[in-house]
């Protein structure tokens, strides 16, 4: 079965930071992978995805991750946070078979001035 | 604008009352889901459809119910039976094979 473990529950972090959210996964066939973002009372929005081709994805706002296969991570990293990235983080790993999404635990991460 | 409408925002129930989370999508999108959240659990699956007059249990199915009559709209129903209803509930839909899911805003039920 396949699994999705977030290593830290919080991050907390100042502002202006270079920061690492930690995305491990299981799986036993390819996987399509993702990271979303939540907003306090909002529902969750794509942030970036790995599908194929390069393994490193950048989304619009300065977040890249990086798929790495031989050790089933797909870290999500900024180098540099400003304080509106404050959310809670989701990586989640698609069984294209399963019909589903895998989702982590979370990670929240806290920007401080 | 094409996107994923949940009602209400907040819902607030007395005990053993039944009660109806609206679910309704534009994007034509064949798959649609039902999370529920609480604080530092994640996300847990509830029931997922793939196709209209057909759906799935998820992972904590019990005391919950679906129907999926159209193709854009999938409610969710919080029976008496269900424990501790009182959550955060997230809809979802996807297209294709890559299960990538565009979430609605969710509501926040809560029981009395």
């Known amino acids: 079965a396949q699994s999705v473990t977030q290593l830290d529950s919080q991050v907390p972090v100042f502002e202006e930071a270079p920061v690492e959210l930690r995305c491990n996964y299981s799986?036993?066939?390819?996987?399509?992978l993702f990271w979303y973002v939540q907003y306090p009372n909002q529902g969750l929005q794509l942030l970036l995805k790995?599908?194929?081709?390069?393994?490193l994805v950048e989304s619009i706002n300065g977040f890249e991750a990086e798929f790495n296969k031989s050790q089933t991570s797909f870290h999500l990293r900024k180098p540099s946070v400003h304080i509106s990235d404050t959310a809670e983080y989701f990586c989640?790993?698609?069984?294209?078979?399963?019909?589903?999404?895998?989702f982590g635990q979370g990670t929240e991460l806290s920007v401080k001035p | 604008d094409g996107g994923i409408t949940q009602s209400p925002k907040y819902l607030f129930r007395k005990e053993g009352q039944n009660v109806t989370l609206s679910c309704e999508q534009n994007l034509n999108h064949d798959a649609m889901y039902w999370y529920r959240q609480d604080p530092g659990q994640g996300l847990r699956l509830i029931y997922y459809?793939?196709?209209?007059?057909?759906?799935q249990k998820g992972d904590i199915a019990e005391g919950y119910s679906v129907s999926r009559e159209k193709k854009e709209s999938f409610p969710l129903t919080v029976t008496s039976a269900q424990k501790n209803p009182t959550a955060f509930y997230l809809c979802?839909?996807?297209?294709?094979?890559?299960?990538?899911?565009?979430f609605g805003p969710g509501t926040r039920l809560t029981v009395l």
């Open positions: 790995y599908l194929s081709g390069s393994t």
């Open positions: 459809s793939q196709i209209v007059n057909d759906f």
């Open positions: 799986s036993s066939v390819s996987v399509y």
């Open positions: 989640a790993v698609s069984d294209p078979r399963g019909g589903k999404l895998i």
């Open positions: 979802a839909s996807s297209v294709g094979d890559y299960n990538e899911q565009f």
